[in-house]
């Protein structure tokens, strides 16, 4: 259970450091740019729908290995598994036209899979467990640097070319050298996942926490994907230019990062199910003043709340999945991050084929409808435990 590492303070920094560098190249440019780069290229909103869903598509089967993958070989070597699995997909895009290019977004979704399981139980076990929220709102305050470094980059460096290829390259690359610093992540000191029986399941599904948090994944992955995928289209619709665009995805990461943490806070202080229903709420006002004419300005505001509320829809169910008290924290991590995943492959399908429908409106309107139903979802008795 990595008990001796507890205090371990170079193995976490470390730790951290992995997720970051990783995180920008693996979904800040292969999530975040990407459909820009290949809006820019001239893709429409159904064959970027295709290619989103196709990105969260991938990490189901790393998702779901990485667990048994840990316990055979260690979570080391299935970070280091899954990073060149996400470097090997930079030059299948560079190199394959459509309709080849979802098989891409499918390796590079498949290798952040499997870096996210084996970093993050192996973190949060040996990190002291005693603000587990503000703990896991902490790095993923540093993974949220992602969505803002990379659309970042890409405005340096331009959409042309396949320069945002190589600079996803260069970041999994560079992840592997903190990775040499941490201790431990062998098969002899991974924790054990234990028995996963039928009732064994049943009982975490009893658990109040873990229940919101499969709410909050359900509907969050759609949201996530469907607005990081096809927000292009959105913008374009606008007016707004790729390069233009790019600048409100790193404002989107921007609110991301700096609502991490206070919403890690609030989940401590307040509940769960509080957090992720003021999440909700701001998500639904931020989509629905972005159907308003309004100036780049005006725009920069609201993406920045949108993308603060929603990117905390992961933070707190990955929270909900380290408080449950049944099972191993690696397989309820994997459990909530599939459902999550699994949505946010739905996301992107059922947006773009509204906006075929009824517009470019049509993704905020699914934004603002989704983060309604989660919020009444989780005052439902069943989900949120209460009996008064």
């Given at each position: 259970m990595f008990r001796s590492n507890a205090f371990d303070w170079r193995t976490i920094t470390a730790l951290n450091a992995v997720s970051t560098l990783s995180q920008i190249g693996q979904f800040g440019i292969g999530f975040v740019v990407l459909p820009v780069w290949l809006a820019n290229q001239g893709l429409d909103a159904a064959q970027l729908g295709v290619f989103a869903a196709a990105l969260w598509l991938g990490q189901v089967p790393g998702l779901a290995i990485a667990p048994i993958a840990c316990k055979r070989w260690g979570p080391r070597w299935v970070v280091v598994a899954g990073l060149l699995c996400s470097l090997a997909a930079m030059p299948w895009l560079a190199l394959m036209p459509w309709p080849w290019q979802p098989l891409g977004g499918i390796l590079c979704?498949?290798?952040?899979?499997?870096?996210?399981?084996?970093?993050?139980?192996?973190?949060?076990?040996?990190?002291?467990d005693t603000a587990r929220g503000r703990l896991v709102g902490f790095h993923e305050t540093l993974i949220a640097i992602a969505p803002i470094a990379a659309p970042m980059l890409g405005n340096i460096y331009g959409l042309e070319g396949h320069t945002v290829l190589w600079i996803g390259g260069i970041f999994c690359v560079a992840s592997l050298l903190p990775l040499m610093l941490a201790k431990g992540g062998n098969a002899s000191t991974v924790p054990q996942a234990g028995h996963h029986t039928p009732s064994h399941a049943l009982a975490a599904l009893k658990e109040t926490v873990f229940r919101q948090g499969l709410v909050?994944?359900?509907?969050?992955?759609?949201?996530?994907?469907?607005?990081?995928?096809?927000?292009?289209?959105?913008?374009?619709?606008?007016?707004?230019?790729?390069?233009?665009?790019?600048?409100?995805?790193?404002?989107?990461g921007m609110g991301g990062l700096l609502l991490q943490y206070p919403m890690?806070?609030?989940?401590?202080?307040?509940?769960?199910?509080?957090?992720?229903?003021?999440?909700?709420?701001?998500?639904?006002?931020?989509?629905?003043t972005l159907l308003w004419p309004l100036n780049y300005f005006g725009m920069q505001i609201a993406v920045f709340f949108l993308g603060g509320f929603?990117?905390?829809?992961?933070?707190?169910a990955l929270i909900a999945s380290t408080l449950a008290q049944a099972g191993s924290m690696?397989?309820?991590?994997?459990?909530?991050?599939?459902?999550?995943?699994?949505?946010?492959?739905?996301?992107?399908?059922?947006?773009?084929?509204?906006?075929?429908?009824?517009?470019?409106?049509?993704?905020?309107?699914?934004?603002?409808?989704?983060?309604?139903?989660?919020a009444a979802l989780l005052s439902l008795r069943t989900v949120s435990g209460r009996i008064d």
């Open positions: 979704g498949f290798g952040m899979g499997l870096r996210w399981i084996g970093v993050e139980p192996w973190l949060y076990h040996i990190a002291p909050i994944a359900l509907l969050g992955g759609m949201m996530e994907a469907a607005v990081s995928g096809l927000f292009a289209v959105f913008a374009q619709d606008r007016g707004v230019t790729p390069i233009a665009s790019t600048g409100l995805l790193a404002i989107f890690g806070w609030l989940a401590d202080h307040h509940g769960m199910g509080r957090a992720a229903t003021a999440s909700a709420a701001g998500v639904a006002v931020a989509a629905l929603i990117t905390a829809f992961l933070t707190l690696a397989r309820n991590v994997s459990t909530v991050s599939m459902v999550y995943t699994a949505s946010a492959v739905a996301g992107p399908l059922i947006a773009s084929a509204a906006i075929q429908t009824l517009g470019s409106g049509a993704l905020m309107g699914f934004t603002a409808l989704a983060a309604c139903a989660m």
